[in-house]
């Protein structure tokens, strides 16, 4: 085992008690975060001194410690004792279940301050749950930090997930957003769209709206679905036309999500290939590539497909399509192209359609008789803003801005007011 390597076990070992313990397997991994910096972890599976490995077995016994280390930082990720049993001698230990004893350790653990980068939203006996935030307002995409005892106020859990946001990060301003201010927004994004009731087998016409984000500064709209996923994306945006199939179906081939991460890779901070940019040449090529296999197995589809975005992931390109005219249910048709970035052959594809043929039985939605602007009126007190900092791509910063949302919708065939959630 290299030095380096073996320094981070003891250290490991030491820090959670692991007397009790034999290191079981260990393994390397990289991934890339929101702000392109590639994270090298170490992860470990220590199993108690009693257990007896089994062949062909691959979970891990009762009071497994799984543990993931960042070999540069020495920070850790995540601490699991598999089922909440642990075998730890001198471990990490909070006598009383005491909050603030936890909450001091993992400002010790994480370098965060409590109220400043992190804060509290749901606490149970032995178990307390925060989220990222900036000066207590919260963040999207969020970072989240778990923790978990035992009766006896062992550590059974640990977990730190995304990334915490730094001060050079965040675009000063003040909050001055209020509803009235972006009323108008909130009404255009407002969308009757078929809800499925999977009990009634039925689907139900809702006006409804997505949260979605407006920033501070200029009242620019930011949409949900580049907030949520942790990746930055190219934009693309073309429909995909073609004059003449390809009279010879598509070879699916398996795709290889596993890397292999070598120590010295690990030690000298060798960026990820997921880091670097899509140049114009790979767009280009990446656009054949789709167009290709569009022509293949969807052969009648011209004119029907827009490339939305590019992204990397796992070492490859992902083309995310969307259907030029979708229908205006919850689930809506996606298309994902796996592109080798070595060959820009794609490899598979994943169509959600099999998914979406469930609702094909569901009895269709009673006729809408109620407008749009009637059913803003009678939801438009239920809206709600709050103050969000939101991580900017582009510019590369947190951005303060107003997450609207309203947990209500109104049934466009009778206009009753129904809680989304129920749905």
């Known amino acids: 085992?290299?030095?380096?390597?073996?320094?981070?076990?003891?250290?490991?070992?030491?820090?959670?008690?692991?007397?009790?313990?034999?290191?079981?397997?260990?393994?390397?991994?990289?991934?890339?975060?929101?702000?392109?910096?590639?994270?090298?972890?170490?992860?470990?599976?220590?199993?108690?001194?009693?257990?007896?490995?089994?062949?062909?077995?691959?979970?891990?016994?009762?009071?497994?410690?799984?543990?993931?280390?960042?070999?540069?930082?020495?920070?850790?990720?995540?601490?699991?004792?598999?089922?909440?049993?642990?075998?730890?001698?001198?471990?990490?230990?909070?006598?009383?279940?005491?909050?603030?004893?936890?909450?001091k350790w993992i400002e010790r653990e994480t370098g965060l301050t409590y109220g400043k980068q992190f804060q509290l939203?749901?606490?149970?006996?032995?178990?307390?749950?925060?989220?990222?935030?900036?000066?207590?307002?919260?963040?999207?995409?969020?970072?989240?930090?778990?923790?978990?005892?035992?009766?006896?106020?062992r550590l059974t859990f640990f977990s730190v997930l995304g990334q915490f946001s730094t001060k050079e990060l965040v675009k000063d301003e003040k909050y001055t957003l209020t509803f009235e201010s972006v009323e108008h927004l909130a009404k255009e994004q407002l969308k009757l769209i078929e809800f499925p009731s999977f009990e009634q087998e039925k689907l139900f016409p809702i006006y409804a709206v997505e949260e979605f984000y407006v920033t501070n500064e200029n009242k620019s709209l930011i949409p949900f679905e580049f907030i949520e996923d942790v990746r930055s994306y190219q934009k693309i945006g073309e429909t995909i036309h073609w004059d003449e199939p390809i009279d010879k179906p598509f070879d699916r081939k398996e795709v290889n999500w596993l890397e292999e991460v070598t120590?010295?890779?690990a030690f000298t901070l060798e960026p990820s290939p997921d880091s670097f940019p899509i140049t114009k040449v790979e767009k280009e090529k990446c656009l054949l590539t789709v167009r290709e296999l569009l022509r293949q197995d969807y052969p009648k589809d011209t004119g029907k497909w827009i490339l939305k975005t590019l992204h990397r992931e796992n070492g490859y390109i992902n083309a995310i399509l969307r259907m030029s005219n979708q229908t205006n249910r919850v689930f809506k048709r996606k298309l994902v192209i796996i592109i080798d970035p070595k060959s820009f052959q794609a490899v598979?594809?994943?169509?959600?359609?099999?998914?979406?043929?469930?609702?094909?039985?569901?009895?269709?939605?009673?006729?809408?008789?109620?407008?749009?602007e009637e059913a803003y009126e009678k939801i438009k007190d239920k809206f709600e803003i709050n103050p969000y900092y939101v991580y900017d791509f582009d510019c590369e910063q947190y951005v303060l801005c107003g997450k609207i949302d309203c947990e209500y919708g109104v049934n466009g065939s009778n206009g009753e007011i129904v809680a989304l959630g129920d749905l």
């Open 1 to 103: 085992m290299d030095r380096r390597i073996t320094e981070l076990v003891n250290l490991t070992k030491t820090k959670f008690g692991l007397d009790n313990y034999f290191l079981q397997s260990h393994s390397l991994r990289r991934n890339v975060n929101i702000f392109n910096e590639t994270i090298f972890t170490l992860s470990m599976e220590w199993f108690p001194n009693h257990v007896i490995v089994p062949e062909d077995d691959d979970s891990n016994p009762e009071g497994t410690a799984v543990i993931d280390v960042d070999v540069t930082t020495r920070k850790y990720e995540s601490v699991i004792f598999v089922m909440d049993k642990t075998y730890a001698n001198n471990g990490v230990t909070f006598a009383g279940l005491d909050r603030n004893d936890m909450i």
């Open 121 to 153: 939203y749901k606490e149970e006996e032995g178990r307390l749950l925060f989220n990222e935030c900036i000066d207590g307002i919260a963040v999207s995409p969020s970072g989240s930090i778990e923790i978990k005892l035992d009766n006896e106020g």
């Open 263 to 265: 120590v010295d890779q």
């Open 348 to 372: 598979n594809y994943v169509d959600n359609k099999p998914m979406l043929e469930m609702f094909d039985h569901f009895s269709p939605p009673e006729e809408v008789t109620i407008t749009r």
